[in-house]
């Protein structure tokens, strides 16, 4: 069964560095998502992603925040300068399109800000 | 806006015991509805999905939740709980746009199984 998988699981990071986290989403889907759970915390949409632009971010998704599709397959997150309230499970998701309802979602990364 | 509530962070029942899970939703549109659970350290695993068909929505591992407009509510329930039902159980509610989907989760319950 086709799957979302991330890399890396587990990534630490020292504050103010840039991290980018990675996603393959599965191969026929067209829309791309990035969630983030602080750790305790609900899950919190991010940003979605379509044809190549953003199509609806939250309040979260700040100047800090990018997402790109570098090629045909991958969908990253970047984040610019890291704060340690960043620390948090991102899960990356993808649906295949928007008439199926159903997002797929990745393991997600773990990402520490010491 | 759409919002989904909880009631309960933590629910705690026998093996073998009825398991209610309840979730009560907000949206100005026709919703579409969702039950994730979360085994610790892992990742959103779909249990069911409401998408304006049948009322009672039958899931996976036995579960199933019944979406009723005039109460906002979509309850997940189980017959007999399991040991290996122990997880955190998220409600969500999704929001079509014409870039994909919005989806808002609940606060979510984390049900504990004792023996």
């Known amino acids: 069964e086709p799957e979302v998988t991330q890399t890396p699981s587990h990534q630490v990071t020292q504050m103010g560095q840039e991290v980018i986290l990675r996603c393959v989403p599965i191969?026929?889907?067209?829309?791309f998502y990035w969630y983030r759970q602080i750790l305790g915390q609900k899950v919190e949409f991010l940003v979605s992603f379509y044809n190549n632009e953003i199509s609806e971010k939250s309040e979260i998704f700040d100047d800090q925040f990018s997402v790109e599709r570098p090629d045909g397959s991958n969908f990253t997150l970047k984040i610019r300068s890291t704060k340690l309230e960043d620390s948090a499970m991102y899960f990356c998701a993808s649906s295949e399109l928007a008439g199926s309802y159903e997002q797929y979602f990745g393991p997600g990364t773990r990402l520490t800000v010491t | 806006a759409q919002s989904v509530t909880q009631l309960g962070s933590h629910v705690s029942v026998s093996e073998g015991a009825l398991v209610l899970l309840r979730c009560n939703y907000s949206s100005s549109v026709p919703p579409y509805l969702f039950w994730y659970v979360q085994y610790p350290n892992q990742g959103l695993q779909l249990l069911l999905k409401?998408?304006?068909?049948?009322?009672l929505v039958k899931g996976i591992n036995g579960f199933e939740a019944e979406f009723k407009k005039s109460e906002t509510s979509f309850h997940l329930t189980k017959p007999s709980a399991h040991m290996s039902d122990a997880a955190e159980y998220f409600c969500a509610v999704s929001r079509r746009h014409t870039g994909g989907f919005k989806t808002i989760f609940g606060a979510g319950t984390r049900l504990f199984v004792k023996a």
């Open positions: 191969s026929n889907h067209l829309y």
């Open positions: 409401y998408t304006s068909a049948a009322t």
